[in-house]
């Protein structure tokens, strides 16, 4: 996708004025700070809220509706086990924040008796924005309370991570009032790819970008006055999909991704594993047999260096299969038929199919989400990657019901870095407070440098 490009708002209505809401960052998974354990009704995941309590009882309504809305008051009580008058008070401090709304009782199927009255989740006035910092590019998202991208846009990446903070510190104010259009914005996620400690907001360690110990909520949360939930891109597509994706992603989940960046999340009951050092998913120097690529730790045959679109790009440039080394023109050549170009992709699908027959014997989820160029764009090339699993894998005997490309297309980006608010929102529906003025675009040039020292003094901070 080029610079700037933009999906269309879908002519949502607006709510009278921008403003930013509160909601404590920190860790976005179950057992997180503030995040009620114990099981939800109706299959919610464990982080989702336990009915028992107040937080778990408003979660699991929350979750209720996400899943079957517009659905009656009723139907939420039978999937939620809570009394009448728990699932009235419940749902009323719901719609007063914003997150559900009731709907004309014609929106539910006819039916003999006194009408009811439908809730749904309310899409019009809340908006999760998001960053993905991914090699090439840097996507800028708005998504609203379903999962459903609302706009998007892409501005290259350049420079080391100072220069990247702070273009993301100026061009976030403009984003929102452009893009937002009176909605509140619950909050800014930031994801990436390599170890991410959601904790403290830190990317550890980013190998292709060269990141190290970066403090990425620090200097945004400093410079935008919002609150900043930094998490790995792959943890984050994993909380996505318990939220918006294949049910069976609640019971058990690997997610793997596999572009400049190699690795991989797994979740149980609803929770991502994040591990005491941050470092759950980290597959980037898993050893796969078939391959004697060199990496930079100084081996061959490490995950990330075979399977990089780096590495891949570099092939089909040297192949003369692409000029320029593109993903989007290999993309385009795939598509067009170019059997070089297909060759490739699935060439490298199937390495891909040989390393996920090795984490599902170790790991046996239920699910397997991949996201990968191909697998989004390129769907009838599965069945390359299906052979791979069935013949290696000891455990999956159903490739093609076990392992999914991404719930999310294409915006599997966008996603992705809306996913931590979300997750955040969903879990803990009532740390919504009273909303904040939304920050607004600088109006003059003497402005605009404002904000510069402060990311730049707090980058200087730490590194």
Do not use: K
Request: charged share 20%; hydrophobic share 45%; aromatic share 2%.
């Amino acid at each position: 996708m080029s610079a700037r490009e933009t999906l269309p708002a879908q002519g949502r209505p607006r709510a009278a004025a921008g403003v930013v809401s509160r909601l404590g960052a920190g860790r976005t998974t179950a057992g997180g700070p503030g995040s009620p354990g114990g099981s939800g009704g109706s299959g919610a995941p464990s982080g989702y809220g336990a009915p028992g309590g107040p937080a778990g009882s408003a979660a699991a309504i929350l979750r209720a509706v996400l899943d079957h809305g517009p659905v009656a008051r009723t139907a939420i009580g039978r999937a939620t086990g809570l009394s009448p008058a728990a699932v009235s008070r419940q749902t009323a401090g719901l719609i007063s924040l914003g997150l559900l709304r009731e709907l004309p009782a014609s929106s539910l199927a006819p039916r003999a008796g006194r009408p009811h009255v439908p809730l749904d989740v309310d899409t019009d006035l809340h908006l999760a924005c998001g960053v993905h910092i991914a090699v090439p590019f840097v996507t800028f998202s708005l998504v609203d309370l379903r999962g459903q991208v609302v706009t998007r846009e892409q501005l290259p990446r350049e420079g080391g991570p100072a220069d990247v903070l702070r273009m993301i510190a100026r061009h976030l104010p403009d984003f929102l009032a452009r893009r937002a259009q009176g909605n509140r914005v619950l909050g800014l996620g930031v994801v990436t790819g390599g170890r991410v400690d959601p904790d403290l907001g830190v990317v550890i360690e980013h190998e292709p970008l060269d990141w190290h110990d970066v403090p990425v909520r620090e200097v945004l949360a400093a410079a935008m006055g919002m609150p900043v939930h930094v998490d790995g891109h792959a943890r984050a597509l994993a909380q996505a999909e318990i939220l918006f994706g294949d049910p069976r992603a609640r019971r058990s989940l690997l997610q793997l991704f596999v572009g400049n960046v190699v690795d991989a999340a797994f979740a149980t009951d609803g929770s991502v594993h994040i591990g005491p050092h941050s470092a759950a998913g980290g597959i980037a120097h898993l050893r796969l047999a078939d391959s004697d690529v060199p990496c930079r730790c100084g081996r061959s045959g490490c995950a990330q260096a075979a399977l990089s679109e780096r590495t891949m790009l570099l092939r089909a440039t040297q192949d003369g299969i692409i000029s320029r080394p593109d993903l989007q023109v290999l993309l385009h050549a795939g598509l067009a038929g170019d059997p070089r170009a297909l060759s490739l992709l699935r060439a490298r699908l199937r390495l891909v199919g040989r390393m996920i027959s090795l984490l599902v014997d170790m790991m046996d989820p239920e699910i397997v989400v991949l996201t990968e160029a191909a697998a989004l764009c390129l769907p009838d090339l599965l069945v390359d990657l299906h052979e791979e699993i069935a013949a290696h894998s000891r455990v999956c005997t159903d490739p093609e019901r076990m392992v999914l490309p991404s719930s999310f297309g294409m915006n599997v980006l966008a996603v992705a870095a809306g996913a931590t608010v979300l997750d955040a929102v969903h879990r803990r529906p009532h740390s919504l407070p009273v909303p904040l003025p939304a920050p607004m675009p600088s109006r003059t040039p003497s402005r605009t440098p404002s904000r510069t020292p402060t990311v730049a003094a707090a980058a200087r901070r730490r590194y």
